[in-house]
């Protein structure tokens, strides 16, 4: 098992410009999310996905889209970059939620995305 | 007010020491409980799930305490590979969100 994948690993944007990040999981987990790290701020959630078709927002979702089309992929999309999306993207899985509380997540290794 | 909180540290410890760590959280109706770990530019890794009797595994025991809505995380005989960012993830009883501490950084010193 590859785990989760994340491309690319390293980013340059100028102000403006759009990409998308992608994120792959080969772990069969309906449950798949992504963060953004900055320094002193920890990791905050910017969309999650519970399965395919299925998204929503986080703590910090604007500026960025997601969808979630097949249970392996969960794409980031910046719509227009800006200075303050500099940061270390991460994208996480996990099986879903029981009634017993929420598993493990399984974290890629992250994109390192500068705009300037 | 923030979900969960840590002390950031640094911890800077000697080899052979005992540290803790504590983690508190705000929302009483939190469900599950996890520190994470997380090298240098690396991604964040499980170290273990924090359950309400309190578990270890090695070295390394944690404790959940609601009443006082804290996480702990115990570290006896440090050794050099322990340096790293200690991560304390709290997720509520309903919704689908991890909340993370902004970490605690550990350095253990030969």
Redesign the interface.
Known sequence: NAGVTQTPKFQVLKTGQSMTLQCAQDMNHE?M?W?RQDP??????IH?S?GAGIT?Q??VPNGYNVSRSTTEDFPLRLLSAAPSQTSVY?CASSY??SSG??Y??F????TRLTVL | RKEVEQDPGPFNVPEGATVAFNCTYSNSASQSFFWYRQDCRKEPKLLMSVYSSGNEDGRFTAQLNRASQYISLLIRDSKLSDSATYLCVVTPNTGNQFYFGTGTSLTVIP
């Open positions: 449950y999310s963060y002193g701020m920890g990791l905050r959630l999650y519970v929503d986080g703590e991460f879903q939620w509380g929420a493990e997540q974290f890629g290794p992250g």
